[in-house]
């Protein structure tokens, strides 16, 4: 195993032969991710799309959290006019969901415990996804006054149906391991401690698998759907930043806000 020798503020980078393991490592925020964050894993999917040495692309998270989602308040200190901040954070979030939709190897989601917000979206976009049992996925767009974002409009009714979809996207409803597995969104539930000892040595075998024959296999089940991701994502970038300017998301937030500065 070797690990890059440049390492992103938030992200941990480490090589097993064709499989590269990116680690969300913000634990002090619960792995929330922040606008260069945002950066850092689109520069690091592309790259490794273009990297002949890597096969295999694996997302997970330190410690009990995969990510605790878009860091809010990162957003709320940033300096300059909102306008300009709320243009320069769309265009960032939609590459990086571009940088998930166009990836052509096999991308693999190891959802170590919950996955919420802009988080559970894009690790929905993986090919192939697992989850520990104690962690959910949790999109809670309209508590914040916001709306979908991930491509979830497109990629959550058609992993779990509508009706699931519109609990979840529209009702804060928060999805178990246990419910992931059952609507067929995740592909196995296992302890945490079998991570390490029965899943990462599947993935690094998934490592020596033919890429060609995946990337072959990858665009013709995605042939259908990556043109309406696309789609999607750019449809909830444009009305995500509607909706960070109305009063009813400002008031949302902030009483979000709030009410986790008690926590």
């Not at 590459?95 to 979206?121: Q, S, Y």
């Not at 999109?139 to 914040?144: E, K």
């Not at 000892?197 to 990337?215: A, M």
Request: hydrophobic fraction near 40%; charged fraction near 25%; glycine fraction near 6%.
């Amino acid at each position: 195993m070797a690990s890059s020798a440049k390492q992103p503020a938030h992200l941990k980078l480490e090589r097993f032969g064709t499989v590269l393991r990116v680690t969300i490592n913000n634990p002090r925020k619960k792995n929330a991710l922040n606008r260069q964050a945002y950066k850092d894993v689109c520069d690091t999917l592309n790259a490794a799309n273009r990297d002949d040495t890597v096969n295999v692309v694996v997302l997970t998270g330190t410690g009990d959290f995969y990510s605790s989602g878009n860091d809010i308040s990162s957003i709320i200190a940033e300096d300059g006019p909102a306008e300009e901040k709320l243009a320069k954070g769309n265009a960032i979030l939609r590459d990086m969901v571009r940088a998930f939709i166009n990836f052509d190897k096999l991308l693999i989601g190891i959802v170590n415990g919950p996955a919420i917000g802009i988080a559970a979206t894009t690790v929905l976009l993986c090919d192939v996804v697992y989850m520990v049992d104690t962690a959910y996925f949790y999109t809670p767009f309209s508590n914040l006054g916001l709306c979908a974002e991930g491509g979830s409009s497109y990629s959550f009714p058609l992993l779990m149906g509508r009706s699931k979809a519109s609990e979840m996207l529209l009702l804060n409803h928060r999805m178990t391991a246990e419910e992931a597995l059952r609507f067929g969104v995740v592909a196995d539930v296992l302890k945490r401690d079998e991570i390490e000892s029965k899943l990462w040595p599947r993935v690094l075998e998934y490592g020596t698998l033919p890429v060609g024959s995946i990337i072959a296999t990858k665009k013709l089940l995605n042939r259908f759907q990556r043109d309406k991701l696309h789609e999607a994502n750019d449809s909830e970038t444009n009305m995500l930043s509607e909706r960070w300017q109305t009063e009813e998301a400002l008031e949302a937030i902030m009483k979000f806000m709030t009410r986790k500065s008690k926590l």
